[in-house]
């Protein structure tokens, strides 16, 4: 199979570069920068270097493919630029897929485009309330990108799989400047603080790249949007590995969500549903070889951070 990979160079893209290029697939490339992907000899990648905005470029790089998994994204502020790169970007990802004839197209999306959480578990057909969203016009692009594809599907026979998630994690590292601040201030031994009660399901790169080859053109994925996770975790579960683990003399204290003042990241509680992904795809997670590659990569993390700290 031929898969074309937009923003491979990056956290999620490039675990999905390796792994389906160990399974033997053809790999298309295409970001705006090389990164970790010029390390990668293998015959069967192809790299584009290059934005999305550039259209022709991705029509070049669509050229022959079965299977486009969209994972770039800008994660710009300003409500112009995030529209004129990620959402006009996706529009011409949409359009070079539908002529060159893709056949299935996949993104993995973000549980920010539901907003706030008003059903615990959160199930798919959640209300999408950007305006409620902590990072409101992040959360309005992606529930517009959200409705593009049921578009596309509709009017122009362009089947999609999207893979909401709220957080995710490789062996390697846990991404996110709200962790390292964290880590930062354990390291340091400063009072670490976190809204009682909130917390959120994370996912484990393996399982969304697992999700990812389950979907691929798989009937049944088509037109669907799914939940993913591995497990979940309080934040207070979180500060209490973060300290054991870094040897940390920080204290924990909890504020009640109406008083936090902190990130806006660390509120709410995050339990996915994922019931609809094991029922429809048979898609199963090893919750506790997932918590332990967590803890792994936690530690990873901190000692990463040690080094950057000079400690």
């Known amino acids: 199979m031929r898969i074309l990979i937009t923003g491979a160079a990056g956290f999620v893209g490039m675990e ?25 000899q293998d015959p069967k990648l192809k790299v584009f270097i290059g934005s999305v905005e550039d259209y022709e470029l991705v029509k070049k790089a669509a050229e022959g493919v079965d299977v486009t998994i969209h994972s770039a994204w800008s994660f ?22 539908v002529e060159q004839k893709v ?33 409101p016009v992040y959360a309005l692009t992606r529930v517009v990108t ?21 957080w995710s994690y490789s062996d390697e590292r846990i991404p996110g400047g709200t962790l390292r601040k964290l880590i930062d201030s354990a390291l340091k031994g400063e009072a670490l603080e976190a809204p009682s009660e909130a917390g959120g399901s994370v996912l484990y790169t393996g399982d969304l790249v697992k999700a990812f080859k389950i979907a691929m053109l798989n009937e049944k994925a088509y037109g669907q949007v799914f939940n993913l996770a591995s497990f979940y975790i309080t934040w207070k579960e979180l500060l209490e590995m973060v300290v054991k683990l870094s ?41 506790g070889s997932a918590k332990r590659r967590f803890e792994q990569s936690l530690s990873n993390t901190i000692k990463a951070r040690k080094e950057a700290l000079g400690l």
């Not at 409705?147 to 799989?161: C, F, M, S």
């Open 76 to 97: 710009a502020e300003k409500a112009a630029e995030t529209f004129k790169v990620d959402v006009v970007g996706y529009i011409n990802v949409l359009e070079a897929c």
């Open 16 to 40: 999905l570069v390796k792994s389906l290029l160990a399974d033997g697939h053809e790999v298309v490339a295409l970001d705006r920068v090389e990164g970790g992907l010029k390390s990668i």
């Open 247 to 287: 040897n940390s003399k920080s204290t924990i204290k909890l504020v009640p969500e109406q008083e936090w003042k902190g990130p806006a990241f660390m509120t709410g509680r995050w339990l996915l549903d994922i019931s609809k992904v094991s029922n429809v795809l048979g898609f199963k997670v090893d919750e």
């Open 146 to 166: 959200c409705k593009l594809n049921e578009i596309y599907y509709r009017e122009k026979k362009l089947p999609y799989t999207i893979f909401r998630f709220w």
């Open 103 to 135: 056949k299935h197209f996949l993104f993995p999306d973000s549980t920010v485009a539901y907003g706030k959480p008003v059903k615990i578990p959160i199930p798919e057909d959640h209300p999408l309330m950007p305006e409620e969203s902590r990072a």
